[in-house]
């Protein structure tokens, strides 16, 4: 009785440890098999000769060297660059500023912040529609600005192959600046009242006392701020397609909509799958060292 | 993934049917992505004559992205083991699929109604793997139109449709100068790649046609007639209106239906455009062949997959035998705006443009100048269409030169292959 009762109750705190190991287990394992198991399969695929449907034979890195002989691929990458850089650098910008300004204790403010922020409510497709057909030399601005009276005015970056990457920039800035307004305006209001008396007391004028002392202390926000407009930028597929459908020709080609065109218009899941693992690496060396070093000096 | 989960249990519910429901006349799953107006009425003419016959149709359409995510589904399906009876994919994506075995063959049926006699030779061997049909064509499109706006050409003082390129860029300056667009056109790159070939069949003819577009031959690929059929598309890309990036085609139909274009190069899939807008052929619209000698021929068929089950393969041949009937093949294309794939089909409900392009046809195959499209998924495999739609839009998008252009192609074509 009494062995048994030990073995119960032995049981009973062998579970009560493993309990939460038990419930999280089947979570685990099926993002395991979901998430890295595909990415997995992905990067398998893209050493083999896959066409129309996937080739288990190993060949090595051949459609690696095809990938990067393909001219569209320097074009979509190039791409990637332009876009996410200036994406990120112009709606950091414009959300500090909007956000410094909001902080000024203006009036209806709680109007103006919606209205700042009401763009993140709309899909990507739906501003990549509404921008396309502003930026329209024929339907939107243009025309518009032409009606006005100045008949030379030229904006057609939208149909002109070397500027219509512009334009997405421009769509996506347009959506997301208020967010990184939003995130920031939470940061500043955060920011101890103590400090900025200290400060005024020591007689900083308003510009120091930004540049100097909040900014600074708003660090990680910036980093949460640029990790969330980062991946928007490498994952921006729905806006490209909506906005320019990749081209003039395939100017505005990303790494997604590569990889799209590659794997289910092409049936090349080969070279597909060497684009994605080739993503997949590129944000995996951009991401991880800024997160180490962010995360070591924040002490966390 | 989500995707998957509900393809496998709608197959599974298929399944259950089949059990429910047997028939003398055999079942048949269909996957094909004409889902919009006169094409969905198409597929309809289909399934009631295959349910005339007693048979049980279960029909998947997959609409969305210009048949890519029938494609996606499809490949879903072989892999697990359950494909659809039939499928609508054509060119040489066929001999993809069999080089997979995945594909059974309806031979037995083309024999016995003598296939081989009444299709075009061309149009013949892209149906056939291994010289046993494994696919069933139910139309062709003539690529090479060239589509005319009457009123406009009248304003600019031209009298004929041009026969020749030359005649072409006269007509198109002087359109010019009246103010009118000479060329309507949508800049997507199938539609770039549609000028393209059409200028190659008219600067090469149908020789240099197959040797460059077909056979990926590379000598044809630089030649001096590849430079000089660039320099037209060069010329083409100079008589559009300066909106047409990203343009639908049947937008840009729409230009030449209102007059504000005076041409447009496109296949007769746009006469169904004009007939829909209560236009008549010669008062309202013109069409005539491109300029040059030749036929650029695209066609849709459907490709019998590899089912099991009597019943299944039952079906799979009725459909076979259906859908080369002449009856179907007249219904068929009445409501899609094609012509029969069957040479040998009366066009007397037909209208003057479907006559025309007949006539043609016949004439093409006795010349021996009837080509594949290439822009259309017909001559060549998908991952090499894809280098020349690349190659080519970006021409069409940029300054590059003529000389530069066919270099560049001819690279990008080998390292496709």
Known sequence: ?300 | MKKYVGLLSAAGIAGLVSVGSAHAEGQVEVLHWWTSGGEAKAVGELKSAFEAEGGVWIDSPIAGGGGDAAMTALRARVVAGNPPTAVQLKGPGIQEWADQGALNDVQDVASAENWDAVLPPVLAAIMKYDGKYVAAPVNIHRVDWLWGNPQALKTAGIEAMPTTWDEFNAAADKLLAAGIIPLAHGGQPWQDATLFEDVVLGVGGADFYRKALVELDQAALTSDTMVKSFDQLRKLRGYLDPNFSGRDWNLATAMVMRGEAAFQIMGDWAKGEFLAAGKVPGTDFLCAPTPGDGYVLNSDSFTFFKVKGDENLKGQQVLARLIMSPGFQETFNLAKGSIPARTDVLLDKFDDCAKRSHEDLLAAIKDNTLVPSMAHEMAIPRSVRGEFLDLVTQFFNSDMSSEEAATKLADAVLRAQ
Do not use: C
């Open chain 1, 1 to 300: 009785m009494v062995k048994e009762g030990n073995n119960a109750k032995r049981l009973r705190q062998a579970l009560e440890q493993r309990l939460p190991q038990i419930v999280v287990a089947p979570l685990f394992a099926a993002s395991m098999f979901f998430v890295y198991g595909f990415i997995g399969w992905t990067a398998y695929i893209s050493l083999t000769k896959s066409g129309v449907m996937p080739d288990y034979t190993l060949t090595g890195i051949g459609q690696y060297v095809r990938l990067w002989s393909t001219p569209r691929w320097y074009v979509a990458i190039g791409n990637l660059f332009i876009f996410s850089s200036l994406f990120i650098a112009i709606a950091l910008a414009i959300g500090v500023l909007l956000a410094v300004l909001l902080d000024q204790r203006v009036r209806a403010e709680g109007v103006i912040r919606t209205i700042y922020l009401y763009p993140m409510a709309l899909s990507f497709i739906v501003t990549g529609t509404v921008w396309k057909w502003m930026l329209n030399p024929g339907l939107g601005l243009e025309r518009l600005v032409r009606q006005a009276g100045w008949e030379n005015f030229r904006f057609d970056w939208l149909v002109n192959s070397d500027y219509a990457i512009y334009t997405v920039v421009i769509a996506a800035v347009w959506q997301s600046s208020g967010y990184a307004m939003a995130l920031f305006l939470a940061g500043l209001r955060s920011v101890d009242d103590e400090v900025l008396r200290a400060a005024a007391i020591d007689g900083a004028g308003p510009w120091r006392t930004y540049t100097g002392i909040i900014l600074p202390i708003l660090r990680p926000v910036f980093l949460s701020t640029v990790i969330i407009l980062a991946h928007l930028a490498i994952k921006s597929f729905d806006l490209v397609i909506a906005l320019t459908g990749g081209g003039p020709g395939y100017a505005t080609d990303v790494p997604a909509t590569f990889m799209y065109s590659f794997a289910f218009q092409r049936s090349e899941l080969g070279v597909a799958a060497a684009s994605a693992t080739m993503m997949l690496m590129t944000v995996v060396a951009i991401i991880v060292p800024y997160l180490y070093s962010e995360l070591r000096k924040t002490g966390r």
